[in-house]
């Protein structure tokens, strides 16, 4: 940033508390600069319908979005993937950009051309969302990936805590409960990016997160350039 620049303020919409700190700490490695401020409506993923997002519930989001904007963010960016749909079809209407939180992490797993890519959640709603998500990206681009999904039992508990270890502990054990190895592992939530780099070691297996993309990506949309 150039002296007397203004810092810019980016807006981190979150549907879990869970996944706020580590947002926050991806920006802190990726984009420094950032004033950040998180907004939090924590019903949004419970009362999300199992079978998609609602009018009622994208107006909502929607609601958010027009909240950041009003008071000055200069950027936003969605952590929970449930909320894809809604923020897709409002992008168009948003006058700062607006990112979806797992198009990098995305672009990063396919652009390792995996046979086989295992999708970790803590819970079976946002594994249905990712695995959905995933399917449509790698039809789109002609992808052939072998996509298989877990949940991680006790990986919600840990997140919540703030326990890393416990938390890696919950997605090895997903992990190891495969008949074969994948070639690649996706988180599906935020929440879970805080055991990414142990997860990785762990098992040997490349780990691809939302967090550390999402925020390069909004660095280099806000300021040009790279780190």
């Not at 894809?84 to 700062?96: F, G, I, Q």
């Not at 390792?112 to 995933?134: E, G, H, K, M, W």
Request: aromatic content about 4%; proline content about 8%; glycine content about 6%.
């Amino acid at each position: 940033m150039s002296p007397g620049q203004k810092r810019p303020l980016v807006a981190l919409i979150s549907a879990n508390p869970a996944a706020m700190t580590p947002a926050n700490s991806a920006f802190a490695d990726e984009f420094p600069e950032a004033r950040l401020w998180n907004i939090l409506d924590d019903r949004l993923q419970d009362d999300a319908d199992p079978r998609g997002v609602t009018g009622s519930l994208a107006e909502r989001m929607h609601r958010l979005i027009d909240h950041a904007v009003i008071e000055g963010a200069d950027a936003i960016l969605l952590t929970c993937p449930v909320y894809v749909a809604a923020l897709r079809s409002y992008t168009d209407k948003c006058p700062v950009p607006l990112l979806d939180p797992d198009e990098m992490a995305l672009n990063g797993v396919l652009a390792q051309a995996p046979d086989t890519v295992l999708v970790l959640a803590s819970a079976p709603q946002p594994l249905t969302v990712a695995i959905n998500r995933f399917i449509n990206e790698c039809a789109e681009r002609a992808a052939p990936v072998e996509i298989r999904g877990a949940v991680a039992t006790k990986a919600k508990e840990a997140a919540l805590a703030g326990n890393t270890e416990e938390l890696t502990d919950a997605l090895v054990s997903a992990v190891n409960g495969q008949p074969t190895a994948p070639d690649a592992i996706l988180l599906a939530q935020y929440s879970l990016a805080p055991a990414a780099r142990a997860l990785e070691t762990a098992t040997g297996i490349p780990v691809f997160s939302g967090p550390l993309s999402s925020a390069a990506a909004l660095r280099r949309t806000t300021l040009g350039g790279s780190r």
